[in-house]
């Protein structure tokens, strides 16, 4: 059966360019960087190119990057390493209600050694202000870290406001970029970013390689204690296939930034057309403007996300969604939550998430298969005729004239 | 899961002798149970659930189990039987099984509270948040 693969944003297909250089790299190119002969110059070469590469894609200088084990990891290193070398005796953190768990899951953490930390509302569309975030400064803030972009819904942070806030009251700056690197046109200096994270696997590269970049001067105690490798801050002989990946694909991302943005956000506007034309009572989930290109985010309303995943899946495609079903714990999604969204709406919220080699036939072919899902699961649902009767109409499937049956 | 792809008895009875809702859109389950009753027997039985794909399955299972059976019988089903009948509920979805021998109980309450009858001997397994997708596991990205 055609596979449609619809969930960009959970991880990506290894590009083939990026896996040749990874195998190239992983094959020939077996030195330790750290000797000092022919095969470990060749490597300490290629390091320090993929180095510049993920730099490159930034704006960052070569130097001021740290090769991760991925996203998660660069949060944590950004969050523990910042709070231990600025904020020994204590101190306060600002972040915001939707950020990825690797970064609410550290503050958290961090709380319990101490830590202080305000977690910003976003509104319904899940934007944080810099006005919101000058406001939760305190004499003794020491970091802000706010996500670029957002994984579940796609909004898309002012983070070059946030950074001319931060650094007009000399506050640190970290970002979790893992969402909108290679998606939206960053420029640590133009926007006032001292940390930030992405990873590979997002960017059509492997999983478990990822970049921290940590802006020359500021401090922050080594992750990992060993052989001094990355600067000192994390210990380990390089993983180079890894490195040369990520900065084969950074590289790719860039070059290819104009073309594949505007690809995917054409058929994301497309896609959410047709969902809105095929499908009534849903609700767009996210900002309408600003948001990730490759982002769909919907809620089906009076029906349950994971029938529904479970259903695509049978139809041969693959989505996610915020029902608690797919989240690990009782309530449905903390981002959705806190952009106000009730329970039973986010319960069924679905996400779509589009790549640069997504085609129109495939959007066709969920815009095909989707509506009769819908239909059948909120056949099947309780809540349905009870509530969506409520507009006064019995046949719901042309309700354009009922008030919420188109709620864009 | 067969059940959840093909799930039987999907629907309302407009003149039900008992009509049983469970769960509520906070936990993310409500599951609805509609019986017919005849001399006793279970004649008819349908249900509507919004939840899980397990809440569907266990839902469908429930109803395919009830038919035909006595009242005195059907108010024993226990979630475990749920369970085994679909062969294969995955230990973290056991919960769902609970929350669809309930709703079967509920239905059975409402069948005899309509006729006056003694329903004091009814057990629920659950009846707060502690249903289907309390039970899910997954994880975000
Ligand atoms: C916003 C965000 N931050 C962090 C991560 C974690 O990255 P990784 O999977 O490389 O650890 C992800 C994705 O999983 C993400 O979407």
Redesign the pocket.
């Given at each position: 059966m055609q596979r449609v693969y619809l969930d960009n944003?959970?991880t990506t297909k290894i590009d083939p360019r990026v896996l040749e250089a990874m195998t190239l790299a992983l094959r020939d190119n077996f030195g330790n960087p750290s000797s000092i002969y022919a095969e470990a110059r060749t490597a300490k070469k290629s390091l320090e190119e993929a180095r510049a590469q993920v730099a490159a894609l930034i704006g960052a200088k070569t130097e001021e990057i740290i090769f991760t084990g991925?996203?998660?990891?660069a949060?944590n290193m950004a969050l523990r390493g910042i709070a231990e070398a600025y904020g020994k005796k204590g101190g306060h953190i600002i972040t915001s209600k939707v950020?990825?768990h690797?970064?609410i899951h550290t503050c958290e953490y961090l709380q319990k050694q101490g830590f202080d930390v305000t977690y910003l509302p976003v509104d319904e569309f899940g934007l944080t202000t810099p006005e919101e975030v000058k406001a939760a400064i305190r004499p003794d803030t020491i970091l802000i870290s706010i996500?670029y972009a957002?994984?579940e819904v796609g909004t898309i942070m002012p983070i070059r406001e946030i950074g001319a806030v931060a650094r007009e009251r000399k506050i640190l700056l970290h970002t979790?970029a893992?969402?909108a690197a290679g998606h939206i046109d960053i420029d640590v200096e133009r926007d006032n970013i001292d940390l930030l994270?992405l990873?590979a696997?997002?960017i059509h590269g492997p999983?478990?390689v990822?970049a921290l970049y940590l802006r020359k001067g500021v401090r922050m105690p080594p992750l990992i204690h060993g052989g001094g490798q990355e600067r000192g801050f994390r210990a380990g002989t390089e993983n180079l296939p890894g490195a040369v990946a990520l900065g084969k694909a950074c590289e790719l991302a860039a070059a290819g930034f104009e073309k594949n943005n505007a690809h995917m956000k054409k058929l994301r506007d497309y896609l959410l057309d047709g969902i809105f034309e095929k499908i009534p009572y849903v609700k767009l989930n996210g900002h309408p403007e600003k948001r990730l290109s490759n982002n769909v985010n919907v809620s089906i309303r009076y029906i349950e996300g994971e029938g529904m995943l479970l259903r695509l899946d049978m139809d041969g495609i693959s989505a996610s969604s915020g029902s608690a079903c797919t989240s690990g714990s009782l309530d449905p999604s903390h981002v959705l939550l806190a952009m106000g969204l009730d329970h039973a709406t986010a319960h069924g919220s679905l996400r779509l998430t589009l790549s640069p080699e997504t085609t129109k036939e495939e959007i066709d072919y969920l815009l095909e298969k989707l509506p009769p899902i819908a239909g059948f699961l909120r056949e099947m649902s309780p809540v349905y005729k009870a509530e969506a009767g409520a507009c006064g109409r019995q046949e719901l499937k042309n309700c354009a004239a009922c008030p919420v049956g188109r709620e864009k | 899961m067969d059940h959840f792809a093909n799930p039987r008895n999907v629907g309302e009875i407009a003149d039900a002798d008992g009509v049983g809702e469970v769960g509520n859109p906070v936990c993310g389950d409500i599951m609805k149970f509609f019986i017919k009753v005849d001399n006793g027997i279970i004649t008819d039985i349908k249900f509507k659930t919004f939840g899980c794909g397990a809440a569907i399955a266990t839902s469908s299972i429930a109803t395919e189990l009830a038919r035909g059976k006595s009242i005195a019988e059907a108010q024993k089903l226990t979630n475990k039987a749920v369970a085994e009948a679909l062969d294969g509920l995955p230990p973290v979805k056991m919960h769902c099984s609970n929350l669809a021998a309930d709703a079967l109980k509920a239905a059975i309450i409402d069948y005899k509270k309509r006729r006056g009858l003694d329903y004091s001997d009814i057990r629920m397994d659950d009846d707060e948040c502690g249903g289907c997708e309390s039970a899910c596991t997954g994880h975000r990205?």
């Open positions: 944003a959970a991925g996203g998660s990891e949060d950020e990825h690797a970064i996500m957002n994984n979790d893992v969402q994270s990873t696997h997002k999983k478990g990822g | 990205h």
